[in-house]
């Protein structure tokens, strides 16, 4: 599996691993607007695209991320979502193509 992480100026290509997810999500470093941050497993792919931070509310994070994914040819599209839940739907992508130990 490899993550893809592409800011405008910049793209990087390296296997994917939580570590990887966890630095390319971390909230000590703003993450700009427009970073396309992609995990994609043969036909399988989840992206998030780094939107203009919303109107502070209590209790909302500050980056948001629209969240697409898919597979052969099929995208769908989850809408706004904050870094905490964008990065947890990482982990479980990526811990689900992830092989199992059989024993």
């Known amino acids: 599996m490899r993550l893809r992480i592409c800011d405008g100026e910049r793209e990087s ?12 999500f971390a909230s000590v470093e703003p993450v700009r607007i427009g970073t396309e941050i992609t995990l994609a497993d043969g036909p399988r792919w989840l992206a998030a695209l780094a939107l203009e931070p919303p109107t502070p509310r209590p209790g909302e994070e500050p980056m948001q991320f629209l969240l697409s994914g898919g597979t052969s040819g099929r995208a769908v599209v989850s809408g706004r979502l904050g870094r905490t839940e964008v990065l947890r739907r990482f982990r479980a992508f990526l811990e689900e193509s992830e092989p199992r130990d059989p024993g």
Do not use: F, T
Request: glycine share 0%; proline share 8%; hydrophobic share 60%.
């Open 13 to 24: 290509i390296v296997p994917a691993s939580i570590e990887m997810l966890e630095q390319a």
